[in-house]
């Protein structure tokens, strides 16, 4: 038994090294993080109290290695914990915040048993096998395997072989391959090909270290040669993808470690072994400022709209000077999408991607600025620089060059965390390496802490009971974390409502199932309601109108600081009250205001939340309040046109032509090129009495848009008004062309005499 157990500690740090960076499953809603996520939680676990149990049960004592490094990895946890616990919103800080996963406490907790499972049984003394210890050259060679699965399935996504390969199975085997393996942009490692940029360039660097240290004896030489093929094509994928933060981690970091061979004098023996870094180097700043090789023959590969770094250590900072306490411990480990809804700026709204709520930031470094505050900072740059401390006397020693590929690698890994966040790969990468690296310096004079207790029976019973309570406690945690996986896979069908109800029974503490489910009651009653009255099912609407507010209420209890839940709130509130009349409605109403209100406060910067509180204002006849809130959010993005149209139709209701026309012009001189505002302008001036400069307008939008419908009718009319009848005709007539058979279109040609 005892033999098995240390086998099962072996088999789970192989089994996770090599199977995490590749391992994907088709049947939840995010194939990659979440189920990476499972993976490490069951694997870890399971090799985690196999190792206790050994100890407990035969060695009778309980030994854990000593080292400064480790006890600041406690550190770090005991901050990511309490930041957890005053988390602005729990569930994200606890099981990461849905759709991402990997950034909350429960992988952390899972990477921190991961990393302590190695360098408690990691060895680098002859007789491993023996021992059954893990190796420390096997693990490095079990993740290079990894890497060549990784390496194959990004060529087959990138030149379109899954395509074939589907179209294939499907012919002779009647099945073809998840629609996301057709994507250009599959690779198990992350979701987008610049994350494997990422992850790559760790890659190289790693396989760098091993050409310039590897023996060049005959089992050298074969590991040469494939460690060179790896490298070449890494490499070529990068190139590929031209992701320009990967270049800047191969670029850096081979500077750094050639500088150091260099002064250290590594390769005075052979010095031609500087030449892969050098070479590698010139490549590297080559494809920082020209990525030539994607332009010319690679631009179809669609890019990850990454947050810029201005943007993230903005909203970062703001976050963590909030408050005292967010000053300390953050918003929350896992609740960046907090902080960004938060404290993102207002010109962010001028960019293309304004409507996206990012929930990961340009650089892991700032997510935890701004998560887990200066205190989680401080502790993860001290666990950072005492570890750097330590490399630097290692190096001092005479053996020192055995450890560059290690050191190496990790560096890689800590720049990557300054130029782009963290997935559960990449975090992974950078805890297995940091406890290689730990064991590799300490090497087998590494000391113990040891708890005793052959002659003391009582002390082992103790143990024993404690973990077997323990390994209660992990049942339980695996009965719930089974039932919240099928959860994800019901959720991720979404064929209809009870499906979602099934997820939400399953995993209750879900806000994105409930707002799911609280928008899809919503439609389900929406449906129900245009229906002729004699086919209407009253008590069907009620319900579903019930449910609908039921739903939402639970999505924001759980996650009252996610503007995503309080924005759905409000949505529903809004759209329900046009299913009432009455007391009811004017309830409604109110709620809706309150909830909308809500939302701001969490992302004050949101022009179309101040949009939407605009609207029910005028909904309660409140015109002032109402103008308020849409120059606010004009305010926020000049050229968001709902606001502008909201707020030039009270203006029209409250005959106030004169200022609604100085608006428009500004406008109009701001952004030439909006359509729909250059045709409102023409609308206007055309009410107003300003007949040719209406003419004028929308000429304007034509020369745009030659093919706008309602500018070509509204000019035909503008035409008419002037006694222009040729003029009016040729416009009506190019109206009919685009809407063959409107009625009114020909009607207006009959009177014309066409």
Not at 157 to 163: A, Q, V
Not at 744 to 749: A, E, M
Request: hydrophobic share 50%.
């Amino acid at each position: 038994m005892e033999n098995i157990l240390q086998k099962i500690v072996k088999g789970s740090i192989y089994l996770l090294t090599f199977l995490l960076p590749i391992f994907w499953l088709p049947f939840t809603f995010e194939v990659f993080e979440f189920n990476k996520e499972y993976l490490l939680f069951f694997v870890a676990i399971i090799g985690f109290f196999a190792w206790f149990a050994k100890m407990i049960f035969y060695d009778k004592e309980v030994r854990f290695k000593k080292s400064p490094i480790n006890l600041l990895v406690l550190v770090f946890l005991f901050v990511a914990i309490l930041s957890a616990i005053f988390s602005v919103d729990k569930n994200s800080s606890l099981f990461g915040f849905y759709g991402r996963f990997s950034n909350g406490l429960i992988p952390l907790l899972s990477l921190m048993m991961f990393y302590f499972l190695v360098i408690n049984n990691i060895s680098t003394d002859k007789a491993v096998k023996e021992k059954q210890f893990v190796n420390l050259n096997g693990i490095i060679n079990t993740f290079l395997a990894s890497t060549v699965f990784i390496i194959l399935t990004a060529f087959f996504s990138i030149f379109g072989l899954w395509s074939g390969i589907s179209n294939f199975t499907a012919q002779t085997l009647h099945f073809g391959l998840p629609s996301f393996m057709l994507l250009w942009t599959f690779n198990p490692v992350s979701g987008s090909l610049e994350g494997l940029a990422v992850f790559l360039s760790v890659v190289v660097v790693l396989l760098t270290g091993l050409l310039m240290t590897a023996k060049e004896n005959q089992k050298g030489k074969v590991f040469l040669t494939v460690c060179s093929l790896l490298l070449i094509a890494s490499l070529a994928l990068m190139m590929i993808i031209g992701f320009k933060a990967a270049w800047i981690i191969l670029l850096v970091t081979l500077v750094l470690f050639s500088g150091i061979a260099i002064w250290k004098r590594f390769f005075t023996e052979n010095v031609n072994k500087l030449d892969i870094p050098i070479v590698l180097i010139i490549i590297s700043i080559v494809f920082l400022f020209s990525n030539f090789v994607n332009d010319k023959y690679f631009s179809y590969l669609p890019k990850e709209q990454v947050l810029s770094q201005g943007i993230s250590w903005q909203t970062t900072f703001k976050a963590s000077v909030e408050n005292v306490k967010s000053g300390f411990l953050g918003s929350g480990i896992g609740t960046y999408h907090y902080d960004f809804s938060k404290f993102k700026p207002a010109q962010f709204n001028q960019s293309l991607l304004w409507q996206i709520r990012y929930d990961r930031p340009a650089s892991h470094i700032s997510e935890v600025l701004g998560t887990m505050g200066f205190l989680g900072l401080i502790s993860y740059l001290a666990l950072l620089g005492i570890f750097g401390l330590i490399a630097y006397f290692v190096l001092s020693k005479p053996d020192a060059k055995k450890h560059l590929p290690l050191l190496m690698t990790f560096v890689a890994l800590v720049i990557g965390q300054f130029v782009y966040y963290q997935n559960i790969t990449l975090a992974f990468a950078f805890w297995l390496f940091l406890a290689l690296l730990v064991s590799s310096f300490q090497g087998q004079r590494s000391e113990e802490i040891s708890f005793r207790f052959k002659e003391t029976p009582e002390i082992g019973l103790v143990f024993n009971i404690f973990l077997i309570v323990i390994g209660l406690a992990l049942i339980v945690c695996f009965w719930f974390a089974k039932d919240f996986y099928y959860a994800d896979v019901l959720f991720a069908r979404f064929q209809n409502i009870q499906q979602t109800e099934g997820a939400v029974t399953l995993n209750p503490s879900m806000a994105q199932y409930r707002i799911v489910l609280a928008k899809a009651y919503l439609q389900e009653a929406l449906n129900e309601a245009v229906k002729p009255i004699a086919q209407r099912d009253t008590k069907k609407i009620l319900s579903a109108v019930t449910q609908s507010i039921n739903q939402a209420k639970s999505a924001t209890d759980l996650s009252p600081s996610n503007v995503a839940t309080q924005e759905t709130m409000g949505a529903v509130y809004r759209d329900v009250r046009l299913l009432t009349t009455g007391d009811l409605a004017e309830s409604l109403l109110g709620w809706g205001i309150k909830t909308f209100e809500v939302a701001i406060k969490l992302e004050p910067t949101n022009p179309v939340l101040y949009t939407e509180l605009g609207k029910l204002y005028v909904i309660k006849n409140d015109s002032q309040k109402a103008i308020e809130l849409f120059e606010k959010a004009i305010e926020l993005k000049p050229d968001y046109t709902e606001a502008l149209t909201q707020d030039m139709a009270i203006y029209e209701k409250e005959q106030k032509p004169e200022a609604l026309i100085n608006k428009l012009e500004e406008f109009s001189s701001k952004y030439p090129s909006n359509i729909e505002m250059l045709f409102q302008l023409g609308r206007i001036y055309y009410n107003d009495g300003q007949i040719s400069k209406a003419i004028s307008q929308f000429n304007k939008v034509l020369e745009l848009s030659p093919n706008h419908s309602n500018a070509l009718y509204s000019l035909g009319i503008a035409y008419l008004r002037q006694g222009k009848t040729q003029e009016a005709a040729a416009a009506f007539q190019r109206v009919l062309e685009l809407n063959p058979g409107n009625q009114d279109v020909i009607n207006r040609l009959k009177e014309l005499g066409y």
